[in-house]
Each structure stands twice: as structure tokens, then as C-alpha cells.
């Protein structure tokens, strides 16, 4: 066996990674397996993720405790890429269908000395017959997604260029910036029409990226400062499995349910404009041994809705989801990676939403 997949998840629908590993299951060629890293999802979805696997045998499951930590795509597939144990890598989404040739003309282009990206053409919202998917007669119009987040690389490779940059937080630019690392390193890109899968489709949510978050990953790609970048991953040791006796906060807040544990000692920062947030923030992070509890608050609806007509214009939106205070915080959290000790977002406080920092 020579090739592993390697896909992350957190929180999905089971059918969308059933579907998935169905379409592996068709393949022509079976001389793969697939490295799958939960990335802190809640336990019963792991639970009916464990008993989903019981079904594929090619299918590696591993656990990655982040609950309460932002979605980090580069980690998690640095984890699996770490944990694998084959020499051909491709990395990959929950979401994609593959056709039944794909493993076999992914083995044909393997090479220690080439890398190269998968096409991905996006299903429409109601279609759901994937056994029609590669079949000769089949025939589509639909849209290709951009990016090369569907790669396929040597493993001695990926972990000689210091593996994926985890300072981009959620996804984006992180792909651009792993191939042309790679390309750097000597490898050559090769462009390869014949090789293309299929993602299931979900409704789009880069608008729902917080904007503090997006800035900063288009900030640190187009600065470049790559070295730099590559010596910061190597600190925090990339691909680290997290562990939840490596987490401390979780002895002050429950990691399900993001409550604080009863009785622990927890003060309250109060910030309510986005000069305050950073204020309270400095404040925060220059305390000693303190877990503190950040109420998150949203903008009003009209003045959100007048900055995301705005914003959209860049290709950005408020994370209306966690608020200002959290986006601010997340944004911080990415620029300045170890400045707290462990930390917790969606979390809840006496009826309010709260982000946890723990110094």
C-alpha cells in the first residue's frame, strides 16, 4: 500500500462523509487508505462517526481534541499527513466524491519529484445519484471550484517543507501557499486534466469566516516572510495530535457544553466596542494563572447589515455568530499564537455567550 487520503471533520452530517467513503469504496485500484482526523467535534457526533467506520476498512480514525479552538484545516490535515504511514499523500475535504478511476490515475502521475492538484467540479444543491458520477456517459456543466486544496504530494515532501502553515486559521491561502513551498523546494507542478472529483454541495461559507481571521491570513500570505512562517510551525510542532489531558481549560470549562465548571474561580472582562475589545484583551493576556470570561456581543442589525454591504465588496463579512468581542479575539488568537495558554470560544455564561481565555 503506497497512498493515504487524508480528510479532517468536525461536526458533519454523517451521510456527507458516507457518501464520500462510499464513492472510495467503488474504486478500481484498492491499494490505498484514508487517514480521517475528527478535529474536536462533540461527542456524539464522533460517536456516530466511530460507528460509520465500522463500514470501511480502508478508513483510519483519529481524534484531534481542539473543542473550543477555532477550525484550523491546515492542523488537521498536518495531523493526519503526521500520522500516515504511506508515501504518496492526498489531501482532501469530507465532501468530495471521488469517480471509480480516480485512485488508479492518481497512481499513474505519483512520483517523488512531482505534486499536483485535483479539478473539483461543484453538484448542484438536489443532485444525489453519485454512482452516476465518472461514468462514461456522463456529462455536466458544472462550475469549477478554484483553489488547490485537493493535493496530492510525496510525505517526505510535505514534511521537508515544514508541512501545512498552520498560522492560517479555518482554511484559505493555506493551499496556495503549501504548493508553491513545495514548488520552491524542487518539486514540480504538474497540470493533469484528466484527474477531477466531485464536491457535494453546501451552501458557501467564506462570508461566515471572521473578518479579523481573513485579514490576517491574507495578510501573512501576501507579506510572505515564508522562513519565518516555516520556523513558527516547526515551534509549535505541527501535526501535534491534541490530547485532552493537554488541554487546561477544560478542568475550569466542560468541554461539551462550553459551560464553566462549577465553583472554579472566573472573572468577567466587559468590553463593548472593538478599541475596548483590544484594551480588555491586553489586559487579559498580561494576568497571570487567571481563566477569564469574555461576553461576546453582536452588532445591532442595522449597523451589521450597513458594514457587511460594505465588507462584501472585499469578499469579507462579520462572523455574526460570535460577535465582535470574538472576532476581535480570534484575530488576536492568530497574530499572536501562545499568548494564552488555552482558550475556549462558543462558550456560554450565565445565559450570555462567552469566550474563555485561560493565562
Known sequence: ???????????????????????????????????????????????????????????????????????????ALN?????????????????IIYPPWFVERLMQHRSDKVFFASACFRCPKQFDNWQQLGGNEFRHNWSEMKGKGLMCS???????????????????????????????????????????????????????????????????????????????????????????????????????TGVPRSGVPIKTAEAFGVANVLTTLRTIATSKNVMWALPTYDFSDKNASFLNKVLRRVGWRL?????????????????APGLFRDYYLNGSMGGRNCAFFLT
Open 1 to 75: 500500500m503506497s497512498l493515504s487520503f487524508v480528510a479532517c471533520y468536525r461536526d458533519r452530517e454523517v451521510e456527507r462523509l458516507r457518501h464520500s467513503l462510499d464513492s472510495l469504496k467503488r474504486q478500481t485500484c484498492l491499494d490505498f487508505d484514508m487517514v480521517l482526523v475528527d478535529y474536536g467535534s462533540r461527542s456524539s457526533c464522533s460517536a456516530a462517526i466511530r460507528e460509520l467506520l465500522g463500514n470501511y476498512s480502508f478508513c483510519r480514525y483519529c481524534y484531534s481534541d481542539s473543542r473550543g479552538w477555532m477550525w484550523n484545516r491546515s492542523a
Open 154 to 256: 510525496p510525505r517526505r515532501a510535505l514534511e521537508e517543507v515544514g508541512g501545512l502553515d498552520e498560522t492560517f486559521a479555518y482554511w484559505g491561502q493555506e493551499d496556495h501557499d503549501f504548493a508553491e513551498r513545495l514548488a520552491r523546494s524542487g518539486l514540480k507542478e504538474l497540470e493533469l486534466a484528466e484527474i477531477h472529483c466531485y464536491h457535494q454541495w453546501h451552501p458557501h461559507v467564506i462570508y461566515d469566516l471572521p473578518l479579523t481571521v481573513q485579514f490576517n491570513n491574507l495578510a501573512q500570505y501576501y507579506a510572505g516572510h515564508t522562513e519565518s512562517r516555516v520556523r513558527a510551525n516547526e515551534r509549535r510542532e505541527w501535526g501535534k495530535l491534541a490530547r485532552s489531558e493537554g488541554r487546561p481549560i477544560f478542568a475550569y470549562v466542560d468541554p461539551e
Open 79 to 95: 495531523t493526519g499527513a503526521r500520522l500516515s504511514q504511506h508515501p504518496v499523500l492526498f489531501l482532501t475535504d469530507v465532501d
Open 319 to 335: 462572523d455574526r455568530r460570535l460577535g465582535y468581542a470574538a472576532d476581535v479575539a480570534q484575530g488576536l488568537l492568530v497574530a
